[in-house]
């Protein structure tokens, strides 16, 4: 299946966006698609200073010159603009105002502002993408920062999608190097997803999965061009990207893009994690994720699950009553407390659903190794993959060391109920051994 048959694949399952268009110097078919996709309406550029110069500006001639009525352009201003409640409220307020279609110029802020306020107002809007640095311009629902929270609110993807790869391959190296890792991140994540199918916990979708999976490696493979940043080694990655998106929408949930690695991040930003000032990116977060869930599969294959006493893990897995009273502890006097505590408590099984999940891994462990190598980069893969790019690379690139990483593990398990690898582990009774295999002495992430 070629490029071109994969997109239109992919859009005739998405549920949200209906064109979709990725090139070089193509910011001129914007006019065009818009009055394809919002004929008779009027437009509102959404953009900030950056992405202003970097394409809003042509955007909005280009808007101008066909004859598309236009609002003044919407530019955010504050140096520190992010995903965050208060600029939903400035936007909200402006949209309300006009019965404009936003169009938002930019790339995971901008465009997460603009998909949240338009559902705000019941209107579809169109999103020309200006970097190539996260998964998000096509996926449904808006990470938004609300009560200090980092939250997923559901709201469609973008009706319409432009991008113009000459004007990301333009974009700051290290925007690119997050793209290009939050992509990747979609290797060990699609091998959980293999487990949580395997075990009968939640089924994968095969249509949203081959979308995201078919051309996954081949769009990460050639990290050389990416950190050239050439556009015609961009362009299939950007197009990666899309589709991971598109997958989300397929699946109406995160799960063909995410699990354990992203949930590093998530953690960090509820925490208001900072380093030098700033928040690193969330593909910068992601890949150091990526990486240690990586690192943690190569620890699970030392595992031979066919010799595994099924008996003696049952026994020791402990009641719901101890496992609540354990996430209190952990999570006392946090304010995503009750966060913790109920998403652990969601994916909690009694002794007679651990006893069949181990039993299933057990009597299938050949297959599903065999399933998971095939699909998961080792540790060393992706190293070489994320450093060609200028990815982070250890915990201490975005301002984390190793024992915090280290002692972050519990607090991801327990904020998604999302099933995952470390769930298996903790019911095998394996996955102090996984994590010591990282962090213990001789570990990639040796804490000292």
């Known amino acids: 299946m070629n490029s071109n048959q994969q997109i239109a694949k992919a859009l005739a399952a998405a549920t949200d966006t209906a064109a979709m268009e990725i090139g070089i110097d193509i910011l001129d078919r914007v006019p065009s698609m818009f009055k394809e996709q919002f004929p008779g309406a009027t437009a509102l550029v959404v953009a900030d200073e950056n992405t202003w110069r970097a394409a809003g500006q042509a955007v909005y001639a280009y808007l101008q010159q066909a004859g598309v009525e236009c609002e003044e352009p919407y530019i955010f201003t504050d140096p520190h603009l992010h995903a965050e409640w208060k600029f939903i409220e400035m936007l909200d307020e402006h949209l309300a105002s006009c019965n404009a279609v936003a169009v938002a110029v930019g790339s ?79 290797i060990p994540s ?97 890949s150091v994720g990526a990486l240690c869930m990586c690192a943690m599969f190569d620890q699970m294959y030392k595992s031979d699950f066919s010799q595994l006493d099924v008996d003696a893990a049952v026994a020791a897995w402990k009641s719901a009553d101890e496992v609540r009273r ?3 502890q952990l999570f006392e006097g946090l304010p995503y407390a009750e966060l913790g505590i109920n998403e652990v408590m969601a994916k909690y099984g009694d002794k007679d659903e651990v006893r069949r999940q181990l039993t299933v891994v057990k009597e299938g462990w050949p297959e599903l190794k065999a399933r998971l190598q095939a699909q998961c980069y080792t540790y060393d893969e992706m190293y070489r993959y994320l450093s060609i790019v200028g990815a982070p690379t250890k915990p201490e690139d975005v301002g984390i060391s190793k024992a915090q990483m280290l002692a972050d593990v519990p607090f991801v398990r327990h904020i998604r109920r999302r099933y995952n690898m470390m769930d298996l582990g903790l019911r095998a009774g394996l996955l102090d051994t996984w994590v010591d295999g990282v962090f213990g002495r001789g570990g990639v992430w040796e804490v000292k």
């Open 108 to 186: 995971g802020t901008i465009n997460d502002l603009c998909k949240l306020c338009s559902h705000h107002q019941n209107r579809p809007y169109m999103c020309v993408a200006t970097a190539a640095s996260v998964d998000g311009y096509s996926s449904f629902g808006a990470s938004i920062t609300y009560k200090t929270m980092k939250q997923t609110f559901t709201c469609p993807a973008p009706k319409a999608i432009l991008a113009d790869v000459d004007v990301m391959a333009k974009a700051p190296a290290e925007m690119t190097a997050a793209g290009y890792a939050d992509l990747a991140a979609k």
């Open 190 to 286: 699609g091998a959980e997803w293999i487990i949580s199918d395997f075990i009968g916990v939640e089924p994968i979708h095969d249509e949203a999965w081959h979308i995201s999976q078919d051309t996954l490696k081949q769009a990460l493979s050639d990290p050389e061009g990416v950190a050239a940043l050439r556009p015609e080694a961009i362009a299939p990655f950007v197009e990666g990207l899309m589709l991971s998106g598109f997958a989300m929408q397929t699946a109406r949930s995160s799960r063909p893009a995410s699990c354990t690695e992203h949930l590093f991040s998530h953690l960090w930003n509820m925490r208001n994690h900072t380093y030098n000032g700033v928040t690193p990116s969330h593909g910068f977060q992601v």
């Open 326 to 328: 354990e996430a209190e």
